[in-house]
Nanobody, 117 residues
Framework: QVQLVESGGGLVQAGGSLRLSCVAS????????MGWYRQAPGKQRELVAS???????SYADSVKGRFTISRDNAKNTVYLQMNSLKPEDTGVYYC???????????WGQGTQVTVSS
C-alpha cells in the first residue's frame, strides 16, 4: 500500500501562484508515473499534468505554459507549480501514483485550490 500526502493548496487571487507538493511512501519512487488531477464542483476529475520515470512531462491544454510538474526522486516528492492562476483552476487537486512494477494506482486525499476573481 502506497500513501500519498498532498499539501500547498489554499486561496489565491487570480494571477497568483501556488505550489503543490505530494510525498509518496514506498520504494522505487523514480520508476513510477506521477500525476496531478483536479476536480471542480459538479465536474469530472481531469488530468492536469503527469511525469514519467524518465522525467517526461505532459499537460492539459488548459494549463500549458502556466503549470509545471516536477519531481524530486530523492525525496519521493512530486510538485505542481501553478502560475497565472485563473478562477477556472479552482477545485480539489489530487496526486496519483501508478506503480511501475505492479500497475496499481493510488490517490492522495486531495488539497483544495480556490482562485478568486
Amino acid at each position: 500500500q502506497v500513501q500519498l500526502v498532498e499539501s500547498g493548496g489554499g486561496l489565491v487571487q487570480a494571477g497568483g501562484s501556488l505550489r503543490l507538493s505530494c510525498v509518496a511512501s514506498g520504494n522505487n519512487f523514480s520508476l513510477n508515473i506521477m500525476g496531478w488531477y483536479r476536480q471542480a464542483p459538479g465536474k469530472q476529475r481531469e488530468l492536469v499534468a503527469s511525469t514519467g520515470s524518465g522525467g517526461s512531462t505532459s499537460y492539459a491544454d488548459s494549463v500549458k505554459g502556466r503549470f509545471t510538474i516536477s519531481r524530486d526522486n530523492a525525496k519521493n516528492t512530486v510538485y505542481l507549480q501553478m502560475n497565472s492562476l485563473k478562477p477556472e483552476d479552482t477545485g480539489v487537486y489530487y496526486c496519483k501514483i501508478r506503480i511501475a512494477i505492479s500497475g496499481n494506482a493510488y490517490w492522495g486525499q486531495g488539497t483544495q485550490v480556490t482562485v478568486s476573481s
